[in-house]
C-alpha cells in the first residue's frame, strides 16, 4: 500500500493531486492515499475568507471550493488535520471529523480513524500555552481574539489521544513534537534555519503535547509540517519500539512538500475508511469532561476520587458498536451547508454557526454533546439549521433549497442569564524531480520523494456535570460569554475545575 504524504497544502490541491498523478505515471505505482499535515484551508467561498486568521493580502479562495461544489472529484482519497491557516468556522462545525467534500475527509480536533488495516491519527490546531488548559469556547462570530484561538490545540483533545492502548500506525500534527531535533540532523536544520537556533537552545521550538504523545502512543510513523522545512528523525523508545519522524515543507515550487510512503500489503485490508472502535468508546467516556468556558480547568489524574483512566473495556467497545450498527465512513454523509463560491459576492465575517448533520449523527448515536452548541446554548442562542445545496444547483447558480431541519442532540440546560453580546501549473509539474531513498534510509519501506519546482424548536441538555454549564455571570458576577461581537476574549482565571493536570 502507497501513501502519498502532504506538508502544508494551503487549499492547492490542484496542484497536490496534479503532482501525484505526474508521480504514479512516472514511477508506475498506485498511491492509495492521501494524507496532508494541516493548513488545509478547506475555504469555500468568500465569507469563509474572513475565518482564517492570515492578513487580507492572503485571502485568496484558491482551489478547495471546486471539489466542495463539485466542479472536481478529488481523485484519492484525501485525510487531513488543520494547523493554523483554516476556515474556523467550517471546522469548527465537525468537531470530531468528517467529509469536507466528496473524498476529502477532515479528522476533528483530534481523530482516530482506519483505512483498511492501517490505524491513522492526528492532533489539529498548533500550541499555545496561555490557552491549552482553557475550554472550547469560541464561536461564530469571533473576535480578533477567538478568531486564533479557535484553533489553539486544548489538553481534552490530548488528554482522549493519551487514552489509547492499541497500536497506532501513523500520528498527523501540524506542530512539530518538541525536542524531536535532538533526534535528526540538528546542524543542518540550523544551516537552513538559522533564525531556529535561539528556540532550539530554549527548548521552545515545537509543541510539549505532541512530544508528550509522541512519547505514549509511540506510532511507527510521525508527519507534521508548519515550519516549511523538511526534516526527519528517528526516535527510540524505552520498549525498544521507533517512531520514524518527518516534516514536510509547503506546497511550493522547488519546495520538498510531498513524499510516498510504502507500506507492506497486510496494511491494505479492504481500502475501506472506517470509525475506530476505541477512539469512538473514548469519545464516549470522556463526554462528561467536556468545558466550554475561557477559564483553566484541569483533567483528572491518579490521586483523585474519580476515574481517570479511560481507555476503554471491551464491553464499552461492544456498546459502542451496538449503538453505531456500522462502522463505515460512507461519502453519503456528506453534506453542503454554505453556499459555493462565487467571484463577485462580497466577504462577510460568518455571524451564525451552522449545524452540520453529520456531527448531528454521531452525537445522536454516541449520546455525546457538540461543544459548538453547548456554547450557544449558554449565552441563549441555537445553532442555525443547515441550507441544504444540491449539487445541479450549486453548479448552476446556487440556488438553496431547505430541506427538514437535523435533529439536535438532547440536552439539559439552566435558562441563559448571559445577554448575547500564483504559480503556473504546468511548470510546476514538469520540473518534478523524484528521487527513491528513503526519508529515514529504511532499506524495508521505500519511500518517493516529492519536489516540487516551478424555525428550530429550543432543544434541551441532558448534562452530567450541569455545574459545568451554569453561566459563569451567575458563579463569578462576571460578564464572560463565548464569543462577543463588543470585546475581545476575557482574562482567563486561573480555577482548577479539577484536580491534578495531565
Given amino acids: 500500500m502507497k501513501i502519498a504524504v502532504e506538508g502544508c497544502a494551503h487549499g492547492e490541491l490542484e496542484k497536490i493531486y496534479e503532482c501525484v498523478e505526474t508521480l504514479q505515471e512516472r514511477e508506475g505505482i498506485k498511491v492509495d492515499l492521501l494524507i496532508c499535515c494541516g493548513d488545509f484551508q478547506s475555504v469555500r467561498n468568500n465569507d469563509d475568507l474572513r475565518a482564517m486568521a492570515v492578513p487580507e493580502k492572503y485571502h485568496n479562495i484558491c482551489t478547495f471550493y471546486k471539489y466542495y461544489s463539485g466542479e472536481k472529484v478529488a481523485p484519492i482519497l484525501t485525510i487531513f488535520i488543520g ?11 465537525l468537531p470530531f471529523g468528517g467529509w469536507v467534500a466528496p473524498n476529502i475527509y477532515y479528522l ?3 481523530g482516530v480513524v482506519k483505512f483498511g488495516n492501517l490505524r491513522l491519527g492526528g492532533l489539529s490546531g498548533i500550541f499555545k500555552n496561555h490557552d491549552y488548559l482553557q475550554g472550547l469556547w469560541e464561536s461564530p462570530p469571533y473576535t480578533p481574539n477567538s478568531l486564533r484561538s479557535v484553533y489553539h490545540i486544548r489538553s481534552l483533545d490530548v488528554f482522549r489521544l493519551s487514552q489509547m492502548k492499541e497500536k497506532v500506525h501513523i500520528m498527523l500534527s501540524h506542530d512539530w513534537p518538541r525536542g524531536i531535533t535532538n533526534y535528526g540532523d540538528k546542524n543542518n536544520l540550523l544551516r537552513r534555519k538559522p533564525f531556529f537556533r535561539e528556540d532550539l537552545e530554549s527548548n521552545k521550538l515545537g509543541s510539549p503535547p505532541a512530544e508528550q504523545l509522541l512519547n505514549e502512543v509511540k506510532p511507527d510513523y ?5 515550519l516549511h522545512c523538511q526534516f526527519a528523525a528517528l526516535v527510540k523508545h524505552d520498549d525498544s519500539s521507533e517512531t520514524k519522524f518527518l516534516a514536510l515543507d509547503k506546497c511550493l515550487p522547488k519546495r520538498r512538500h ?6 507492506p500489503a497486510e496494511f491494505a485490508g479492504d481500502k475501506q475508511l472506517k470509525h475506530d472502535l476505541e477512539w469512538l468508546a473514548i469519545l464516549k467516556n470522556t463526554n462528561h469532561l467536556l468545558s466550554v468556558k475561557n477559564i483553566d480547568c484541569h483533567l483528572p489524574g491518579p490521586g483523585c476520587n474519580e476515574r481517570y483512566d479511560f481507555t476503554p473495556t471491551q464491553e464499552e467497545k461492544d456498546i459502542v458498536l451496538k449503538l453505531m450498527g456500522c462502522l463505515t465512513i460512507s461519502n453519503d454523509s456528506f453534506v453542503r451547508t454554505a453556499p459555493t463560491y462565487r467571484p ?17 449523527t454521531l452525537c445522536d448515536k454516541l449520546c455525546i454533546d457538540d461543544p459548538l452548541q453547548v456554547v450557544l446554548a449558554r449565552s441563549g442562542r441555537t445553532m442555525k439549521q443547515p441550507v441544504i445545496i444540491e449539487h445541479s444547483e450549486s453548479i448552476e447558480g ?13 440536552m439539559t440546560l439552566p435558562a441563559p442569564v448571559t445577554p448575547f453580546q500564483s504559480d503556473d501549473l504546468s511548470e510546476t509539474v514538469s520540473a518534478l524531480n523524484y528521487s527513491r531513498n528513503s526519508f529515514l534510509s529504511e532499506t524495508e519501506n521505500v519511500t518517493l520523494e516529492c519536489e516540487t519546482p516551478p424555525q428550530t424548536n429550543k432543544k434541551i441538555f441532558k448534562r452530567r456535570n450541569l455545574a459545568m454549564y451554569t453561566p459563569e455571570d451567575a458563579e ?12 475581545d476574549s476575557p482574562k482567563s482565571c486561573k480555577l482548577a475545575c479539577r484536580t491534578n493536570p495531565l
Fill in 222 to 226: 510521525w508527519f507534521a509540517a508548519h
Fill in 258 to 263: 510531498l513524499q510516498i510512503l510504502e507500506l
Fill in 108 to 110: 476533528g480536533r483530534a
Fill in 398 to 410: 446556487d440556488e438553496e433549497i431547505q430541506k427538514t431541519p437535523i435533529k439536535c442532540s438532547p
Fill in 83 to 93: 494547523g493554523n491557516h483554516e476556515a474556523s468556522n467550517y471546522l469548527q462545525e
Fill in 476 to 487: 463569578t458576577g462576571s460578564n464572560t460569554s463565548g464569543s462577543q461581537v463588543e470585546s
Fill in 344 to 360: 463577485n459576492s462580497p466577504k462577510r465575517a460568518p455571524y451564525e454557526a451552522i449545524l452540520n448533520p453529520q456531527t448531528a
